[in-house]
């Protein structure tokens, strides 16, 4: 009889520290924190590794701050989302006075990314752009 109450004892108290001693966050994944950043021009550019800056005429489109990058890459920030540009940038485009149409690329929060060179844009630049979060 001892014998029994003694392996039983063993048993709960091997069952109880293992319990003890299990992982917490089973079946739950964290995604990896994104820093805000504040929500201007330059911060999102450097966020982006973007370089090689210059200044773009913003109010053209409707925009209160704007600027190139590395060629290619246009930013630029609107502080009115209901404003007729900014619906028609991030829509079909917006006529650049029958000249061309330019088109957002991606946008957020009234920030809105343009490529504007040949071929395809590096998709881990928007994919980047669309996971930044704003102060």
Request: aromatic share 8%; net charge negative.
């Amino acid at each position: 009889m001892k014998k029994k109450v003694l392996i039983f004892t063993t048993i709960v108290s091997l069952v109880l520290c293992f319990t003890a001693c299990g992982d917490d966050n089973k079946g739950t994944t964290t995604e990896p924190e994104v820093p805000k950043i504040e929500k201007t021009v330059d911060a999102v550019a450097k966020e982006l590794g973007l370089k090689n800056k210059t200044e773009k005429s913003a109010e053209m489109i409707g925009a209160v701050d704007g600027a190139g990058y590395d060629g290619d890459i246009e930013i630029y920030l609107y502080d009115n989302l209901d404003s007729e540009e900014y619906k028609a940038l991030t829509g079909d485009g917006y006529d650049m006075m029958g000249l061309t149409t330019i088109k957002a690329t991606a946008a957020k929060d009234g920030m809105v990314l343009i490529y504007t060179g040949d071929g395809e844009i590096d998709q881990s630049i928007v994919d980047s752009f669309n996971a930044l979060e704003f102060k």
